[in-house]
Nanobody
Framework: QVQLVESGGGLVQAGGSLILSCEFS????????MGWFRQAPGKEREFVAA????????YYADSVKGRFTISRDNARNTVYLQMNSLKPEDTAVYYC????????????????????WGQGTQVTVSS
């Protein structure tokens, strides 16, 4: 089965930038759509960004459009989340998730279709 390991979280001032990485491994030769979600204290887990296995399609939550960029390097089995112009409301635990490619395209903006999840990495944005 696939393992996901996030890294790159930390403390940053408002307006700053961070890049998160998620290395996925366990089933070579398989294709996965990848997503990023986040969860702040007392709130539900929310969608941040997603990318299809080939990288040809990307999806973003309205709250991060124009500020965050999702990308992937399949040769390195890694997905990235470049976060710019960070705001205090971006503070959360960020999780990466993998969805095994199937004939039917799922809705990647909700957590339910994803097959595998990482343990999360904390991002804190100070004001």
């Amino acid at each position: 089965q696939v393992q996901l390991v996030e890294s790159g979280g930390g403390l940053v001032q408002a307006g700053g930038s961070l890049i998160l990485s998620c290395e996925f491994s366990g089933r070579t030769g398989s294709a996965y759509h990848m997503g990023w979600f986040r969860q702040a204290p007392g709130k539900e887990r929310e969608f941040v960004a997603a990318i299809t296995w080939s990288g040809s399609n990307r999806y973003y939550a309205d709250s991060v459009k124009g500020r965050f960029t999702i990308s992937r390097d399949n040769a390195r089995n890694t997905v990235y989340l470049q976060m710019n112009s960070l705001k205090p409301e971006d503070t959360a635990v960020y999780y990466c998730a993998a969805d095994l490619w199937r004939l039917t395209m799922p809705d990647l903006t909700v957590p339910q279709p994803y097959d595998y999840w990482g343990q999360g990495t904390q991002v804190t944005v100070s004001s």
